[in-house]
């Protein structure tokens, strides 16, 4: 705590002259990795992830896409650090500017996306996801349960159907471009979508049920 200043000390970012978001944010980071570097069995339980995830995939070379990377991510984790993560990220002052940073995480987001996009848009997939939330109905005190989960789902699917890694991550600022601004059709499904789950969520004899369910 005197590290950070809460107890009477010098902060550290007052002996570094930096903001302390910056080196709050350094220590956090550098913390985080030396974790998982001490870990020997990281690299192997990581590709063990990647080949059970696969395993239950409809992605074509879905291992192919994955391993490559999970090999990004360990050389990121092996080579990175705090101070440089940080500058990336915003909390740091960096001589990288907006469009370098997004040439740098535009196109891995883009990557990803698509094979999310493309894991949700499957047949059996969405059905699966629908049979989970029905099955959730028979606990769940809501007039017309099925329907409503049914109605707010086809929204959502048409909603995925009409997104792709370009627009998504242009819309979250990681890669550069004109956003729609969440005009026309998009913006009144998700609204419409997000009114429904929050009119859900705060129902008072959900709210009971999942308290119950904590306690």
């Not at 339980?45 to 291992?63: F, G, H, K, P, Y």
Request: aromatic share 6%.
């Amino acid at each position: 705590c005197d590290m950070f200043g809460m107890c009477g000390g010098v902060a550290i970012w007052e002996d570094f002259g930096k903001d302390k978001s910056c080196v709050s944010c350094e220590y956090s980071v550098d913390l985080f990795l030396n974790v998982i570097r001490a870990d020997a069995d990281f690299e192997r339980l990581t590709r063990e992830a990647v080949e059970d995830l696969c395993s239950m995939s409809s992605v074509s070379e879905c291992t192919e896409i994955l391993s490559g990377y999970a090999d990004v991510m360990l050389n990121w984790i092996k080579n990175m650090d705090g101070n440089t993560f940080c500058q990336l990220v915003a909390f740091c002052p960096s001589d990288l500017s907006l469009q370098d940073i997004q040439e740098i995480l535009c196109p891995e987001c883009k990557s990803l996306v698509n094979i999310i996009l493309k894991e949700l848009l499957i047949p059996s997939n969405w059905a699966l996801i629908e049979f989970s939330l029905e099955e959730a109905c028979m606990v769940l005190p809501i007039p017309k349960c099925k329907s409503k989960i049914h109605e707010i789902l086809e929204k959502i699917h048409d909603y995925i159907k009409g997104m792709n890694g370009t627009v998504i991550c242009t819309e979250i600022g990681l890669c550069s471009g004109r956003s729609c601004g969440g005009v026309g059709g998009v913006c009144s499904e998700c609204t419409w979508v997000t009114k429904e789950i929050i009119a859900l969520v705060t129902n008072n004899e959900i709210d009971g049920i999942v308290k119950s369910l904590l306690e």
